[in-house]
């Protein structure tokens, strides 16, 4: 099994940052990717940024590419999402999700581990 638990989220103006942390804990020997998902409120859970565990290759949605960036520390096992010039749109509930599997890294169905989530909420 695999823990994770996401920190970082808050309350940020429009144009404002904020960086996100994940810390993995438990066997994550066997991980092959970490990223990102949100969910806002009626709306389904959207992918938003992963990255390959070993590779470290990162995936954005086209919503946050030249804004987030990931990232990650191997000696901490924990995964970073620094969001830049963010956007009231960009207000939900951000999950970390990891998996030890190869599939369609898009979707929320392919990652067996995943966070409580932290609420990120821009005002306008």
Avoid: H
């Amino acid at each position: 099994q695999v823990q994770l638990v996401e920190s970082g989220g808050g309350l940020v103006q429009a144009g404002g940052s904020l960086r996100l942390s994940c810390a993995a804990s438990g066997r994550t020997f066997g991980t092959v990717t970490m990223g990102w998902f949100r969910q806002a409120p009626g709306k389904e859970r959207e992918f938003v940024a992963i990255i390959r565990w070993r590779a470290g290759s990162t995936y954005y949605a086209d919503s946050v590419k030249g804004r987030f960036t990931i990232s990650r520390d191997n000696a901490k096992n924990t995964v970073y999402l620094q969001m830049n010039s963010l956007k009231p749109e960009d207000t939900a509930v951000y999950y970390c999700a990891a998996t030890d599997y190869s599939g369609n890294i898009y979707s929320p169905s392919s990652y067996n581990y995943w966070g409580k989530g932290t609420q990120v909420t821009v005002s306008s």
